[in-house]
């Protein structure tokens, strides 16, 4: 237990030293140049001991606790210096330990001088993804990473980036990680980074405290020189379309709507790593060395004690506090949500320890401001889709940007069917009062306004609002008051919303739901910070964020994977909008299930369908589940008026539940391109035939189905590429028979004399999908197998027409 007495919070995050030394001699860098000097005093290479010992305690601790997933970073000094061998034994033991207990995430983060194509061939064995270090162009990566000789790196980093952006190992390049100095130019810098085509850049921010401030220009006289260099970093990444993923400004824009952080220096999420030294001793986060000698000690080592022991070490456990661990400034500033108080150990002061706000805390207020509001703004200019947005998801795809794009037009519309719903329905004195509390809000924190609305089954309760029976304007008014309870809690203002009730059960959009007594009528509930207190009838509930929580609330599931959040939602009752029966509330072996099936699910998708996970990371935030086929059949749907939200009944592998993602995805994207771009004539009633379907179908139909099926198509080929044997003459015949029956389906669109310009746009940016897919090799017997099939569900489609 921890010392206030509750359990620890689990780690999820290891980084595991392979060495303690390093061939280059960075000047910025926290383990030799900071305050903490005991790495002099470390085994240089770590031993057979510690990592067979760090891999059974990574083990023990998923298992106690049930993790789907755990993520393991080799580190040094440099890890490369510990060889091919030492790094091989590290992925066995650790693979070993891991198997059937949860998925592995496994990384390398080098500077890349000796990465050479036998180190790439033992990562691609074992699926380890590479970071580099890499502080820009020449003249700024000169600044600080040379060798101790003086002697420039910057060559010999490229030369290791140019082996991981080739075709055999790019699946292996995870980004670059920068250390910002503003004496160099930001843009450049910038520039320098992009044409290298990382997937990711992590922008840091120099390690410094309050004892040992930033370096700052002489003109720095407000004290945002950071800032000022990543907003110049930002304006030319969102003028450059985003092409790659940047942790800090993806973080900040999650941040704002109410998801965690992608980074332990944002955010209020509770910390969840640990490190493992090279003599096997725990510590804490490796940017403590920075604050004083000693700052990451735990006195704990692999041998002797658990990391439920770890976990429950007072220093980790300040980190895990929220609010409650911040100073009283931070903790009253607006972007506290965002800013988190920034990295723990910038905070770090003498005499006061760590309870101060940031050394970079003017920096980070105006940064996240500043992004807030370019954020704001480009969300208030009503979005479109330009040709080239059309041309890439009409091939099947959707980048990060083009996927926002759609998302932001799906909150326009969400915002103008909640004022429908407002203005169309009679009031009542509860609703007005409701509508005042979320007008407020929506002034003073948007950003968790929009949060919910955004969530999908918003769309269906404003529906159902505008619906005009006599149920109508009692939904509207309770939906309101649920609204503004929910964006009260995620603004952590301190509210009073009465909320009408139906059926014993409160609805918090996003967040969850409370059963009460079955002839509640309303409910009071009352917001702050640290969480909510219900009052309905003679019966009080209180629900705080950290400690007890009571049992007739029922939490929204999040799971939080590598690069993707997303909900189970099983406590909204609007979620049965999908045409097939919905799961009751999930028991915590179930819940478990479906995190551990979403997790391989998502690896899976990243590793064989990179393309697919772009856009599913930016707009797919839940998944519903389904109750399953009593024949056992595979269920999935997309409901039209629900962006963002799919429903599955949990397949038997996690393969499947792939396909299914990607499947449904894809209905989702085109309904909401239908929703900003007509593609074919509304007047079209002619029904036409669908070579997976045995009933005619409207061409809006026949138009989703060729359109997801596209995702069927790059499955079954990833499926065919990654199996052997029987699992690859299946997915072959199942590959032949999609590609041509979609093929197929998109020569019936073209000749359907209905489609409108962009529609003949989207359907030929279809044809050449196919088309390309169609050059793929088949076997005689699969290509046989296939079109018999297709021919036996012609022949039945045809005799059940006559």
């Known amino acids: ?343 723990y150990a910038h905070r770090y002061r003498s005499g006061s320890g760590f309870m101060n706000p940031s050394a970079y805390c003017s920096d980070l207020l105006r940064l996240i401001t500043d992004i807030r509001d370019r954020h704001m703004a480009d969300q208030s200019v009503q979005p479109a889709l330009a040709d080239h947005h059309l041309d890439e998801l009409a091939a099947g795809l959707g980048s990060t940007d083009t996927t926002e794009l759609l998302a932001h037009h799906q909150l326009a519309l969400g915002r103008e069917l909640l004022g429908l719903a407002w203005q169309e329905t009679a009031h009542t004195a509860r609703g007005e009062a409701a509508w005042a509390t979320l007008t407020v809000l929506d002034s003073e924190a948007p950003e968790s306004v929009d949060r919910v609305l955004a969530h999908p089954y918003v769309r269906s309760w404003a529906l159902r609002s505008l619906a005009g029976d006599p149920e109508a304007a009692e939904t509207a008014m309770r939906g309101v008051a649920e609204i503004a309870a929910a964006a009260a809690l995620r603004a952590g203002r301190t509210e009073t919303v009465v909320v009408p009730v139906h059926g014993g059960l409160l609805r918090l959009p996003t967040l969850g739901a409370l059963t009460l007594a079955a002839d509640a009528e309303e409910a009071e509930v009352r917001t702050d910070a640290d969480g909510f207190t219900v009052h309905a009838g003679d019966r009080t509930y209180t629900i705080a964020w950290k400690g007890a929580v009571d049992p007739a609330w029922q939490l929204s599931r999040q799971v939080e994977l590598d690069g993707w959040a997303v909900a189970v939602e099983d406590t909204d009752p609007w979620r049965d909008c999908h045409g097939h029966p919905v799961h009751p509330r999930l028991t915590e072996s179930e819940a478990q299930a479906w995190r551990s099936d979403l997790a391989a699910a998502w690896a899976w998708i990243r590793r064989e369908l990179p393309q697919y996970a772009p856009g599913i990371a930016a707009g797919l935030r839940v998944v519903t589940p389904l109750r399953p086929s009593p024949e056992g059949h595979d269920i999935s749907s997309a409901a039209r008026d629900a962006f963002g939200a799919v429903a599955i009944a949990r397949p038997a592998t996690p393969e499947t539940l792939a396909l299914l993602l990607v499947h449904e995805f894809q209905h989702v994207k085109l309904g909401a391109v239908l929703d900003l771009t007509d593609l074919y004539d509304p007047s079209c009633e002619r029904l036409f035939y669908a070579p997976w379907r045995p009933d005619p179908r409207p061409l809006e139909g026949l138009l989703q189905g060729t359109y997801a099926h596209i995702a069927v198509i790059d499955f079954w080929h990833a499926r065919l590429r990654t199996t052997t044997g029987d699992e690859a003459r299946a997915a072959e015949v199942q590959f032949s028979r999609w590609r041509d029956q979609t093929a197929e389906a998109v020569e019936t669109l073209a000749a359907s004399g209905a489609l409108t310009a962009a529609g003949e746009r989207f359907v030929a940016e279809m044809r050449k999908t196919v088309q390309g897919l169609m050059a793929a090799r088949v076997g005689t017997e699969a290509l046989r197998t296939a079109r018999r099939v297709a021919e036996e569900h012609r022949g039945a489609w045809e005799a059940a027409a006559r």
């Not at 055999?168 to 085509?197: E, K, S």
Request: a negative charge; hydrophobic letters at 40%.
């Open 1 to 343: 237990m921890t010392p206030m007495g509750r359990p620890p919070h689990p780690l999820r995050q290891f980084v595991l030293k392979m060495h303690s030394r390093c061939d280059l001699a960075c000047d910025h860098c926290y383990v030799f140049e900071h305050a903490d000097q005991s790495w002099q005093g470390r085994p240089i290479v770590t031993s057979d001991d510690v990592l067979r010992d760090t891999a059974e305690r990574i083990a023990e601790h998923a298992r106690t606790h049930g993790l789907d997933t755990v993520h393991v970073v080799l580190h040094g000094g440099e890890p490369l210096l510990a060889g091919r061998t030492r790094l091989r034994r590290a992925a066995e033991e650790l693979t070993r330990a891991l198997n059937g207990v949860c998925a592995l995430d496994l990384r390398i983060h080098t500077n890349a001088v000796t990465l050479d194509e036998r180190f790439l061939d033992l990562f691609d064995e074992f699926d380890i993804k590479v970071g580099v270090s890499l502080d820009g162009d020449k003249a700024a990566n000169d600044l600080h990473r040379r060798y101790a000789n003086g002697r420039s790196s910057h060559d010999r980093v490229l030369r290791g980036i140019a082996l991981l952006g080739r075709p055999r190992y790019r699946h292996l390049f995870a980004g670059i990680l920068c250390t910002i100095d503003v004496r160099n130019d930001p843009v450049a810098v910038y520039d320098a980074l992009a044409a290298l085509a990382p997937p990711r850049v992590d922008f840091l921010l120099p390690h410094a405290t309050w004892d040992e401030p930033p370096l700052r220009p002489a003109d720095d006289t407000d004290g945002t020189a950071y800032a000022r260099w990543l907003l110049a970093v930002h304006d030319r990444w969102t003028a450059d379309g985003r092409p790659m993923d940047v942790r800090i400004f993806d973080s900040i824009l999650r941040t704002l709507r109410g998801d965690s952080s992608l980074t332990e220096s944002l955010g209020l999420a509770p910390a969840d790593l640990a490190v493992i030294e090279t003599d096997g001793t725990f510590e804490q986060a490796d940017s403590l060395k920075t604050a004083f000698d000693g700052a990451p000690v735990t006195g704990m080592d692999v041998r002797n004690n658990t990391l439920d022991e770890v976990a429950a070490h007072p220093g980790l456990v300040a980190r895990q506090q929220g609010l409650d661990g911040l100073a009283e400034e931070c903790r009253a500033c607006p972007v506290v949500r965002s800013c988190g108080g920034g990295l």
